[in-house]
């Protein structure tokens, strides 16, 4: 598919990974990992040693030195803020921990009407901690642009309905099947939340966003359009106009694929079950991001560098493509896997 050609602006604006998104000529295949500022760097467990995740999050200086640390080590065309997905949850006013080896957990669930009242809607001033920690790494960071992100209205429901991660989301289908209004009241009120911490990101310089719909897989496409696709939607129509890509990812959406391009990303995030040429194909013309499974890292060298040009292969059915992982990367991966993975992508990609 032929690429649009511009001229190539200064800055974030004008790196490969932002053109990419946008669907535009690009100097090499941009490639950034999702958890990459995370447990497999043994900087990252040295700095967050005694620290809680979520206090982690609200130290700006140290939400700066984590997210710096691997486009330090390896040279990744983008950054991505150090943070969490449930840390609008607990600014809004939910009680919440994020527990080691388990996840998130919510103290006293959602599960009825006046429920919804504990969700009130955030402020700047609320997540201050994040618009300075976004405000110190555009400065750090440079030319190199930095993706902000938040969850998707439906994963942070189930989250809060659970109260907490979940294998077969009966308490969050109960409530869609058994209570839809309140199911859309409760996704409404999470994107307005989920759109208002964005924009505090936008505002603070981040050059794209991604938005996680983690566990979206869970629904049947039919499910998936009734009771989230509106409120995904709303979420990144709000951003229509904020000048940055939009990416919108979920695990286990081979199905969903299409539904989730029509909820208005730029750039749809695809997981390793999915070929990206045939994603392509589904997408109506946006850029992709991914997909090599996390797993593959563990194999022998020539396997990881079969199945990464794979990838670029498939990749380039695509108006653009933003090599990824098909999910995050897992704590045991070798990071001198990751940096080699790197100086792959560019030198098998450069035009």
């Not at 050059?207 to 995904?232: I, K, M, N, T």
Request: one cysteine or more.
């Amino acid at each position: 598919m032929a690429r649009v050609t511009t001229t190539t602006p200064a800055g974030p604006a004008g790196s490969a990974f932002v053109r990419a998104c946008r669907g535009q000529d690009v100097p090499h295949t941009p490639v950034w990992f999702m958890r990459q500022a995370g447990r497999s760097l043994p900087e990252y467990r040295k700095i967050r040693e005694g620290v809680g995740m979520l206090e982690s999050c609200r130290r700006p200086e140290l939400v700066t030195e984590i997210t710096l640390q691997p486009v330090r080590r390896h040279g990744v065309d983008a950054a991505i803020l150090f943070s969490d997905i449930v840390v609008p949850l607990a600014a809004a006013g939910i009680d919440l921990d994020i527990v080691a080896g388990t996840g998130p957990v919510i103290a006293d669930p959602v599960r009825a009407r006046e429920d919804l009242d504990r969700l009130r809607p955030i402020t700047v001033a609320d997540v201050s901690f994040v618009d300075e920690a976004v405000r110190l790494l555009v400065k750090e960071l440079g030319a190199t642009p930095l993706i902000g992100f938040a969850g998707a209205p439906f994963t942070l429901a189930s989250y809060l309905v659970e109260g907490g991660p979940s294998r077969t989301y009966t308490r969050t289908k109960a409530m869609m099947y058994g209570a839809p209004q309140l199911w859309h009241d409760l996704c409404a009120r999470l994107a307005e939340i989920t759109l208002a911490f964005l924009r505090v990101q936008i505002d603070a310089g981040v050059s794209a966003v991604q938005l996680f719909d983690s566990w979206a897989g869970a629904l049947s496409e039919a499910d998936y359009r009734r009771y989230v696709l509106p409120h995904s939607a709303s979420v990144l129509g709000g951003l229509a106009t904020a000048g940055v890509p939009r990416i919108h990812f979920g695990v286990g959406t081979a199905l969903l694929l299409p539904a989730m391009g029509e909820a208005g990303a730029d750039v749809v995030g695809v997981d390793w079950r999915t070929p990206l040429d045939r994603a392509a194909a589904t997408l109506g013309g946006r850029a992709v991001q991914g997909n090599l499974d996390p797993a593959t890292l563990f194999a022998p060298w020539p396997v990881v560098e079969e199945q990464a040009r794979r990838v670029l292969a498939e990749g380039r059915a695509a108006p653009g493509h933003v090599f990824n992982l098909g999910h995050g990367v897992l704590p045991e991966t070798d990071p001198d896997v990751l940096t080699r993975l790197v100086d792959l992508v560019h030198t098998a990609s450069a035009r």
